[in-house]
Nanobody, 126 residues
Framework: VQLQASGGGLVQAGDPLRLSCEAS????????MGWFRQAPGKEREFVAA????????YYSDSVKGRFTISRDNAKNTMYLQMNSLKPEDTAVYAC????????????????????WGQGTLVTVSS
């Protein structure tokens, strides 16, 4: 069972960036997915979540309107399209998964997820 996050890098403020999270070893369509981030010296925080099959999404207030979470169950991959990036978006972004029977369920709580990827660093310069 593995989640592999990729797509991070160094960008300038206002630039876009797309993160990917590829899953292996699980029936991806049966898992809710989420993105979390942790900035240096700060606690991990919720970014976005998506249900396993209905496409229901939820965002933190800090990224709403700028970030878009999506998934392609046929490719076992989740995405995070980040637009209008700000220096305060600088963090290690990690993807997480949890099995669910409920097609529209999602969670914003890190403790609800039991599979985590290694994270990818996003640095936004001003």
């Amino acid at each position: 069972v593995q989640l592999q996050a990729s797509g991070g890098g160094l960008v300038q403020a206002g630039d876009p960036l797309r993160l990917s999270c590829e899953a292996s070893g699980i029936t991806f369509s049966m898992y809710i997915m989420g993105w979390f981030r942790q900035a240096p010296g700060k606690e991990r925080e919720f970014v976005a979540a998506i249900s396993r099959s209905t496409g229901t999404t939820y965002y933190s207030d800090s990224v709403k309107g700028r970030f878009t979470i999506s998934r392609d169950n046929a490719k076992n991959t989740m995405y995070l399209q980040m637009n209008s990036l700000k220096p305060e978006d600088t963090a290690v972004y990690a993807c997480a998964a949890r099995f669910s029977y409920r097609p529209a369920y999602y969670s914003t709580r890190s403790e609800d997820y039991n599979i985590w990827g290694q994270g990818t660093l996003v640095t936004v310069s001003s």
